[in-house]
């Protein structure tokens, strides 16, 4: 099997709204632990061993965890998957110089003023990477986060099971996007290349650059996200302004 990457350089926009700003005092700590996998193990590679398509096959697995855990799991073909990345990121099959991977940004931004294979995207925010606290409470709270990062070169030589810092990284290969799905007390929980990983904290710290909590039609319906002192209509109102 090969393991291909695909996240483009990060894209900031100043109006992206921040998790930080609806987590109220009245919210209690997120749990010591959460997973969201509901014992599965393998959620297919959609076509991330073949392309650079990280950024969708991570939309496909975050779809795979929300329906898991609130209906049937739901997973998008691969067909499908590659009809996104053709008409989002300009991918042609019959051109391989295409393959040129995308930005999460704009693939937050494109399916949320539409739907990704029929699954609707209500709103996302940022959390602080740097706030692990935050982030397990995002990952508590939406069934997930949806992060980027900067995948070093030790770990595309062996995939190990459990993604840590060593002394001599052998550089950045390229970026990568997955889907946070649990946390312990020691380790965060992604799918990749539809296996199931780990990253210790330290790896988190120092590779990680980007992650989104998203809100998703399919997690709300059914599981809810508006806990006590998590303020949901703040934020829906706030997306709204700057659509």
């Known amino acids: 099997m090969e393991y291909k990457l695909g ?6 926009d100043s109006r992206t709204l921040k998790v930080r ?7 209690p700590a997120p749990p010591v632990s959460v ?50 990345y053709e008409s989002w990121a300009g991918y042609d ?9 995308y930005i999460e940004l704009d693939a937050l931004n494109k399916w949320k003023k539409g739907t990704f294979a029929g699954h609707k995207l209500l709103a996302y925010a940022d959390a602080t990477i740097s706030n692990i606290a935050e982030v397990k409470q995002a990952i508590n709270l939406f069934g997930g986060v949806y992060i980027g990062l900067n995948v070093p070169n030790f770990i ?9 810092v060593v002394s001599d990284d052998g550089g950045i290969d390229g970026g990568h996007c997955v889907y946070v799905v649990g946390y312990d007390a020691d380790t965060i929980k992604f799918i990749s290349w539809g296996s199931l990983y780990s990253m210790t904290t330290a ?28 303020n949901l209509a703040q934020l829906e ?3 709204a302004a700057i659509r």
């Not at 939309?59 to 898991?68: D, E, K, L, R, Y």
């Not at 609130?70 to 997973?75: F, K, P, V």
């Not at 595309?156 to 840590?164: H, K």
């Open 21 to 27: 700003d609806y987590l109220t005092p009245a919210l």
């Open 237 to 239: 109102a706030d997306l």
């Open 35 to 84: 997973d969201w996998t509901r014992g599965i193990i393998s959620f297919g590679e959609m076509l991330n061993d073949q392309l650079g398509d990280c950024v969708f096959a991570g939309i496909g697995h975050a779809i795979q965890i929300w329906t898991a855990n609130t209906t049937t799991e739901a997973t998008v073909p691969d067909s499908t998957i590659e009809s996104y």
């Open 156 to 164: 595309m030589n062996s995939i190990p099971s459990v993604w840590d």
């Open 203 to 230: 790896f988190w710290n120092k590779y990680v650059d980007e992650a989104h909590a998203l809100l998703s039609q399919d997690w709300i319906d059914t599981k809810g996200v508006d806990p006590q002192g998590f």
């Open 7 to 12: 996240r483009k350089a990060i894209k900031w």
């Open 93 to 101: 099959p019959n051109d391989p110089s295409t393959d040129q991977g």
